[in-house]
């Protein structure tokens, strides 16, 4: 057997035991009672553990060197370029440190929860705390390792080819442009009628899973829960999708699932020859939040998805005045300064973003402490969309990114943003007759469209060729920018 075939199967086992880890966060979120917590806070440090033994032994790098010199095809040459990357990154922390930050962010998760729930941060801070100096620890040692600042090298873990000096460039047209549009839209929009509830769980969940189903969602390979915090984990062939329901309105689950099926797209289309591999995973964060981003805010907030949303609402809930295809539009585009940015529209939201982008270097650098954070959260909320929250819990404490060590996280989300706006560009200039397609809630096109231009690529090409072969150019601003003047009335 080859020295790189070796070192395959070797990460196919990692890719494995990181499978079952994904799945016990799923339960841990959506399923196990919180007198598991403890428990399961072991068993995931565990695996954390002996994947990164397996990752850092000595047999890994004695393959990495004998595979260096073996003739490799295209995508054999890239999975190696990045099992070299993850090797360099895993041997900068000792196991002592991997295990007790695995333990630290599961006991300050569920600490977070508790907390948020009684909106006590004094109860929380301890735990951040602890998270904060681990992940401070480990993004020092593994900085060293890649010639990277601490920030920097958080970053690159979670979105290989992005810096500070990109974000800044990319941010600051967005916090020059946005608050002349987002007053502008506030002035003139239209007031959206509130559809007039209950609306039943069930019958909730059966809309958004007939509608995951239209969007191309295979429910032999995946589910939908409710968790808290909405998200996509799970494996490729394993996808577990959770959202939260509230049944006095739809608006925000309904939505949710839109978006969270966006990143399930994305990991099913990854090319199944390349599982279990480094260069067949998903590329990094910004690239997936584009992947959720163009299905819920590009498609799905369109007007042509809104008039066939139209139907479906009435379909499923009865027919009202507030289902007409020109309130939706109104109520799906209102834009609001609100204080919580899962809820923030697409003007406000980068700014959201902003905030945290902010204040989380500050904490990393040690330029703000822990406790002055509340303050800190307060002064930026003022600053940037000119409203103070009254609790921590509208503050601080909404994000679960921070407990769980993911630090470096939050740009994604814009970067996503920014991103999505260009693929559907790009998409709408290849596919003609693609909105007339979305408008029948056929999205076929978009998804072959995707899994041609992103997902197939998986890994193997570097970030910004990903951009430039799907788009024609770099990542920037203009698609977004054009996209919001045009969809909010302010161009």
């Not at 040459?77 to 695995?102: C, F, G, H, M, W």
């Not at 800190?376 to 601080?396: F, H, Q, S, V, Y």
Request: with cysteine; hydrophobic share 40%.
């Amino acid at each position: 057997m080859s020295a790189y075939i070796a070192l395959e199967r070797r990460f196919k086992r990692i890719a494995d035991l990181g499978g079952a880890a994904a799945v016990l966060h799923w339960d841990q979120a959506a399923m196990m009672p919180k007198g598991g917590n403890a428990a399961r806070g072991e068993q995931l440090a565990a695996l954390g553990g002996v994947m990164h033994e397996i990752l850092t032994a000595e047999a890994t790098a004695e393959l990495m060197e004998a595979a260096r010199a073996e003739p490799l095809d295209v995508w054999q040459a890239s999975n190696l370029k990045l099992i070299e990357e993850r090797y360099t990154r895993a041997t900068a922390l000792p196991q002592d440190l991997v295990e007790a930050k695995a333990r630290a962010t599961n006991h300050c998760e569920m600490a977070w929860r508790q907390a948020r729930a009684d909106d006590d941060y004094a109860s929380l801070r301890p735990h951040l705390e602890e998270v904060l100096r681990l992940t401070r620890e480990a993004a020092t040692l593994q900085g060293e390792k890649l010639g990277l600042d601490p920030y920097a090298a958080l970053l690159d873990q979670f979105q290989p080819g992005v810096d500070e000096a990109a974000i800044d460039a990319l941010f600051e047209p967005l916090q020059d442009q946005l608050p002349a549009l987002i007053e502008a839209r506030i002035a003139t929009q239209p007031a959206p009628e509130r559809p007039g509830g209950p609306f039943p769980k069930a019958q909730q969940k059966a809309l958004a899973t007939n509608l995951m189903a239209r969007l191309g969602f295979d429910f032999d390979h995946g589910r939908l829960d409710e968790s808290t915090h909405p998200f996509c984990g799970g494996t490729p062939s394993d996808i577990r999708i959770t959202t939260r329901y509230e049944e006095h309105e739809t608006v925000s689950a309904l939505m949710g699932v839109l978006h969270e099926t966006g990143h399930a797209l994305y990991e099913a289309g990854l090319p199944e020859p390349w599982r279990g591999q480094p260069v067949g995973k998903s590329h990094g964060m910004a690239i997936h939040e584009s992947q959720s981003l163009i299905i819920e805010m590009q498609a799905c907030r369109s007007p042509a998805f809104l008039r066939y949303l139209s139907g479906r609402l009435g379909e499923t809930f009865g027919q009202q005045r507030a289902f007409e295809p020109e309130n939706l539009v109104a109520l799906y585009t209102h834009v609001e300064k609100g204080l919580i940015r899962v809820d923030a529209d697409e003007l406000t939201y980068p700014l959201h973003i902003v905030l945290r982008y902010r204040l989380e270097k500050a904490l990393l650098a040690g330029d703000l402490d822990l406790r002055d954070l509340p303050g800190a959260w307060r002064d930026g909320m003022r600053e940037l969309l000119g409203i103070t929250p009254e609790t921590d819990r509208e503050g601080c404490m909404q994000d679960i990114h921070w407990p769980v060590g993911a630090f470096g996280y939050f740009p994604n989300y814009t970067l996503g943003g920014l991103l999505a706006a260009q693929l559907f560009q790009a998409a709408e200039r290849q596919l003609p007759a693609l909105l007339a397609e979305i408008e029948k809630g056929r999205f076929a096109p978009l998804r072959q469209w995707l899994r041609a231009n992103v997902h197939e690529k998986a890994s193997s090409v570097p970030m910004q060729t990903l951009i430039e072969e799907a788009t024609g150019s770099r990542l920037d601003t203009a698609a977004f920018l054009a996209h919001a003047r045009g969809r909010y009335g302010t161009a």
